[in-house]
């Protein structure tokens, strides 16, 4: 373009802003106008500069608005379990607030556990008014990376190894906190789900991997829980970086799912301008550069969609199309956040928050092993409870990467126990073993001074000791947040408990047949000893609350009604991506840092695998004990036959055949007995929780319709039920049927995208 030329549009383009911006009527702040209409206005009163400065970071967790306009800046917030402290503008460090201390909610495998919509929607509603009080636009959960493998660090974010559960756990955690105002962000998208070499990664999956098991969480973010952001992942699919992938981000994500929202980078996660400008990226956040070293004034400047972009456009190399609706997407976003006057105001450390964060621990603890009906424990018997091991004591809100919170307390499983019992019995503790003394992350820490300078041997004695003089032992231990633990950025080494506890539980076993074993983790762990030991509970990381969580399960205040969102395998080697040496994956030999991890197992991960193999886990997934027992009738199907679009309903009668109140899951699985392609023996497509009062029954309604029947067939792209016979499998786990009925689909149908 000559210079008369570029001159005339010039002014052509700034009359047009000046006139824009003056004009009397501002639509883009008139509530009363549909958001679309408020978006185009404010994008044609915005320059290019400052529609490139809303792309990208401005701090460390916030990007630009426009001042001159009075569109607020963003600002993000991790994380899935609680609103983390303030950190300085250009750092990870603390800003040294002092009013920033929060509520943690327990971890979201806990949630998942509660296998509990309405606890979903209760975390969302209550995490969502922390962020909203703390003035933040976006926050960076939830996480539902499926469980591939039981070593990956962060999987205590997550929910489990089912798509299906996660799906439905994710909804309403996702509608929850939006009802504040404040923005979802669903993440890693995708197939983020192991931390080793979490930047290098390439995952070479299938699509029927892919779409059966890997995206439905994502998908039913997006389509059933409306999310407003999603963050990209660091590794890479199809060899892009996921932060600006063609294939999920513009195919299938704003493609396939018709997302309205904003893609924003993992802190990093971007790695080259073009493919952020093309590949679907919308903000990019925490990149590293070294702006202020090269002298820049603001390191920001140089991320890749910030100068670089600009530098593009002004030099005519790429159109401004991706620029205006990356743009519109934020502009919308900032309608629905905090350009919207009428949200909430949020509230923080509220009782209401703690009562949340205790129901949804209560409700998540899932008891594994109850022999002799040992728990709950009853107070007319028990004089002195030894309770030992190092989880019982040390905080685990501090820790684990970007998820660590300063918090406004921690109850720990030891002043939990000794609240509730400590006025009928004797609580004497030992510590055990010494796992990890320390306690900072970030620059909070937790004031505790966990060193203990005693050997080994010293440690054990004494716990052996106070186990023999004990009517009941509990044993508190299990993982941490410390790297290679449940930690992000790196990944556990092994199945088996750290700090030598299988040790200390065989030791403490022999001398009192009455312990308790209460297992602190994200992952499942191995338990050589479970033989030995008369109950095992899984505790998770329970938050603020977490010692009146489990003081309340073993006391039987509250009967437990957690069940698995993981299969708990007996040995690594029975899990599918060790089974078939597909973890990590292998460094390519071309010079580059690339790790290619190849999902070879396909859709078959957690049960699905152990069934095609018979592989009896130690816990399966769905599993989960009661202090009553539920007795499932025969279930009352209303038709043998499918037709298409047609549905069947079948009513399965179950009682409470105990003597106390407790809530039960009733399990729905699916197994097609005759497909085209392979298919795993069974699948998860349903489930309801039930309370019932002793010798209640309550007659369970599920509702069959072939998108519950349906596979995704990746020759032609689509989902599809096949007519045959089909099997429902219902129980109380995923080895525990207790019921099946037969029934046939009579026509082949193609599922519209669901
Ligand atoms: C981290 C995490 C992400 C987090 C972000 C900001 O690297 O992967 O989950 O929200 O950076 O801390």
Redesign the pocket.
Known sequence: MNKMKRIFVSAILITVCVFKTFSLEQVYLDETRPIDERVEDALSRMTIEEKVAMLHAQSKFSSAGVPRLGIPEFWTT??PHGIRPEVLWDDWDQAGWTNDSCVAFPALTCLAATWNPDMAMLYGKSIGEEARYRKKDIL?GPGVNIYRTPLNGRNFEYMGEDPYLAAKMVVPYIQGVQSNGVAACV??YALNNHEANRHTTNVVVDDRALYEIYLPAFKAAVKEGGVWTI?GS?NLYKNQHACHNQYLLNDILKGEWGFDGVVVS??GGTHDTYQAITNGLDMEF?SWTNGLSNGASNAYDNYYLAAPYQKLIREGKIGTQELEDKVRRILRLAFRTNMNKNRPFGSLCSPEHIEAASRIGEEGIVLLKNENNILPINMNKIKRIAVIGENAIKMMTVGGG?SSLKVKYELSPLDGIKKRFGDKAEIVYARGYVGDPSGEYNGVVTNQNLKDDRTNEEILSEAVEIAKQADVVIFVGGLNKSSYQDC?DSDRKGLGLPYNQDNVISKLAKVNKNIVVVNISGNAVAMPWVEDVAAVVQAWYLGTECGNAIASVLSGDVNPSGKLPMTFPVALSDVAAHAKGEYPGKLRNDGTDIVDCNYSEGIFVGYRWNDINRITPLFPFGHGLSYTKFKYGKPVVSSNTMALDDKIVIKVPVTNIGDCIGAEVVQLYINDLKSSLPRPIKELKDFKKIKLEPKQTIEVEFTITSDKLAFFDDNKHEWVAESGDFRVLIGSSATDIRQTVRFKLSDDSIIASK
């Open positions: 991790d994380g960076l993440k890693h963050m660091y993992d802190w925490g970007s992000e």
